[in-house]
């Protein structure tokens, strides 16, 4: 089975439980909201591909990790986009939890998702009992204090902000933690992922710096052209458009060069230049290649 | 050392990483709030109470899932007095979350308090890995999806309402969730202790309602009469007070008639009587004494 079949089943099974009957109706349909129709699953699909890299003896364990950074994902999503954030009306070519359910259903589907995130977890890591402590540890570093998305997304409620310790928080923290949760759920270490999942971090943030200002609206879903908007920093503005996509080539090659010894190390660096192309819109994909 | 001082330690030393250099400060200072100074504690408490009668082998695996339990019932009164839900100005005789912090950062603690649960957790257990997974399990049951606090609170937000149902996901999951996981942080099985949990919880709630009613504001540290206010059920107008009183201690009754055989019963028995009778206002405890 391909990795986004795998993804989309184990994320299914995981909110199963929110949509059965005796379940509050409204929040069951707002989680569901909140995780589907798929977006990119770019964290989940890295975690799967580190963990296959790393010899993947745990199947289970490893869909759980990947699912359950997806559902971290998604329920800080839900949560950036309240009005209290950015009070964003669209997401993924659609309204956002909080317009479509109300802003108390979007608040507890975030907390609802951060919850199942570390009850599939529990649930995938049973055959492996002794990756749980590790996976949960990696997982809840990635997106609470002090350097995950919660402590990112909080740097913006500070006078004074570190750039490059807001970004490695709100965006590097998870992608770190896909590679990182990859290898332990193969029973692999985790720490020696960690660049690998930092430098394709921070690829990404450029990729997505660089969809804002040339991307369209109807191709991305939301609305583009918002960093000018709320003055928040772009990569395409320091670096000019060619000086953006060089960085973000770069990248995705210091990722490469950071992989770890592992049986699946060849087809992973593949995997990952290939995908660093595939993130640059289309034309520039051509160009780039 | 007694469980007062255990609790707070563990949720002093899990709290400690939101409060160092390099985390953004704001936020930090928000989950302190929310954690401290101290209120009842009341629900970890219970936890290590049940740990204690099931011959505690593993002091740290309890303390862990006791500060998580509480850390959990935190994060759930900062995201409920948000302006979306109660909108509340007060809580434990200070200022709510957001009223100190900011809408941002009540909305972001709340998410932090409940990764850095689980991550306490996985800290906690790391010396009993066979139990993190069922700790994990119970703990997450209690406050998400289908049956735990969040689904309690979503079921505001429906059209219609079992109150049992409300109530049960509400308040009863996490104490009994307090019972469950001190069973098996200890080694025992979780299962039976579900019920002096969920009695205990009920009698807590029906304590709720007798101190709204004839409490004070400075005796409670938040506003009084606030059922009425919001047309909330209360215990006392449905059973009037003696009523209430009376089933408050027949909980109690239910609750010791429903603990498991175990090494320490007896004493845990003694406890959850002279706690019942605590939860009454002082007069009142005299009274039913």
Redesign the interface.
């Known amino acids: 089975m391909d990795a986004v079949r795998r993804i989309e089943r184990t994320l299914s099974q995981a909110l199963a ?2 949509g ?1 009957p ?7 349909r707002a ?1 569901h909201h909140a995780v589907f129709p798929r977006g990119a699953r770019i964290r989940p699909r890295l975690c799967l591909a580190v963990a296959s890299a790393c010899g993947e003896d745990a199947p289970g364990a490893a869909e759980a990790a990947a699912a359950a950074i997806e559902l971290l994902h998604c ?1 800080s999503l839900a ?1 950036d986009d ?1 009005p ?2 950015d009070d964003a009306d669209r997401r993924r070519g659609r309204m956002t939890v909080h317009r479509a359910f ?4 979007a ?2 589907a ?3 998702l ?3 995130a ?2 599939t ?3 995938g ?2 055959t492996v ?2 990756r ?2 590790p996976l ?2 990696v997982v ?2 990635a ?6 998305i ?2 990112g ?6 006078p004074e902000i570190d750039l490059a ?1 807001y970004q490695r928080a709100k965006t590097g923290s998870l992608f770190a933690a896909a590679t990182m949760a990859g290898a332990v759920a193969s029973g692999a270490a985790g720490a020696p992922w960690r660049a690998v999942g930092e430098r394709i971090g921070e690829a990404y943030q450029v990729a997505d710096d660089i969809r804002d200002v040339v991307g369209s609206a109807a191709e991305l879903g939301k609305p583009v052209q918002q960093d000018a908007a709320h003055g928040r920093p772009n990569a395409v503005q320091a670096l000019g458009l060619d000086g953006a996509i060089a960085r973000l080539l770069r990248l995705a090659r210091e990722a490469v060069e950071a992989v770890p010894r592992c049986p699946g190390e060849a087809a992973l660096r593949g995997l990952i230049l290939s995908e660093a192309r595939r993130l640059l819109p289309a034309g520039m994909a051509m160009q780039a290649a």
């Open positions: 439980g929110a059965r005796g379940a509050p109706p409204g929040l069951g989680m329920a949560h309240l209290c954030f109300g802003e108390q259903l608040v507890l975030g907390d609802a951060i919850v199942l570390f009850q977890l529990a649930e890591a049973a009992p002794a749980l402590g949960a540890l809840a570093h997106v609470g204090m002090p350097g995950g919660a402590a997304q909080a740097w913006e409620c500070e310790v």
